[in-house]
T-cell receptor
């Protein structure tokens, strides 16, 4: 299993540009999510999905869009990049409900995308 | 609103010491709590997950406990090693939601 993969690893954008951060998982997890990590603020949830076709907002959704057309993929779109969106972005996935084994629904994280908006 | 706090923000200990990292949360209605490790410039690695019905979980030199009534979890690291140096984060999934809430982490340095 490749686990959770993210592309690109690094990206520099100019203010106003748009882009899509890619996230994929091969573990057949129902739950996928996007976080941003900023110094001193920890990880904050942007959007999440509990299955194909179902998405919802997290703590800091403004300026970001998501869709989930397949179980495996959960792309994050920046519509018009702003310097405030400079951050490290992480994608994560997990099973939703409890199952065999106490750690059945633990979250697995991708390696992150470091985004700079000038 | 659920809030998660980790104190201290940073900790330095000599190699071999047993240590405890703390995670506090304000609402005891949680589905589970997960501990992670993050190395500089890297993603998060899952260490232990405790379901709301459990009191503790163990993996090797790590032991995590959960006391929902007091809103606390502790991560115990036995016989610390320089390779344990990293930032340790806890995350809570409140009951009835899918929105995990993270603490800001404890940055641990184990000195050789």
């Amino acid at each position: 299993n490749a686990g959770v993969t993210q592309t690109p690893k690094f990206q520099v954008l100019k203010t106003g540009q748009s882009m899509t951060l890619q996230c994929a998982q091969d573990m057949n997890h129902e739950y996928m999510s996007w976080y941003r990590q900023d110094p001193g603020m920890g990880l904050r949830l942007i959007h999440y999905s509990v299955g194909a076709g179902i998405t919802d907002q997290g703590e800091v959704p403004n300026g970001y869009n998501v869709s989930r057309s397949t179980t495996e993929d959960f792309p994050l779109r920046l519509l018009s990049a702003a310097p405030s969106q400079t951050s490290v972005y992480f994608c994560a996935s997990s099973y939703l409900t409890s199952g065999p084994g106490s750690s059945y629904n633990e979250q697995f994280f991708g390696p992150g995308t470091r985004l700079t908006v000038l | 609103k659920q809030e998660v706090t980790q104190i201290p923000a940073a900790l330095s200990v000599p190699e071999g010491e047993n240590l405890v990292l703390n995670c506090s949360f304000t609402d005891s209605a949680i589905y589970n709590l997960q501990w992670f490790r993050q190395d500089p410039g890297k993603g998060l690695t899952s260490l232990l997950l405790i379901q709301s019905s459990q009191r503790e979980q163990t993996s090797g030199r790590l032991n995590a406990s959960l006391d929902k009534s007091s809103g606390r979890s502790t991560l115990y690291i036995a016989a610390s090693q320089p390779g344990d140096s990293a930032t340790y984060l806890c995350a809570v999934r409140p009951s009835g939601t899918y929105k995990y809430i993270f603490g800001t982490g404890t940055r641990l340095k184990v000195l050789a």
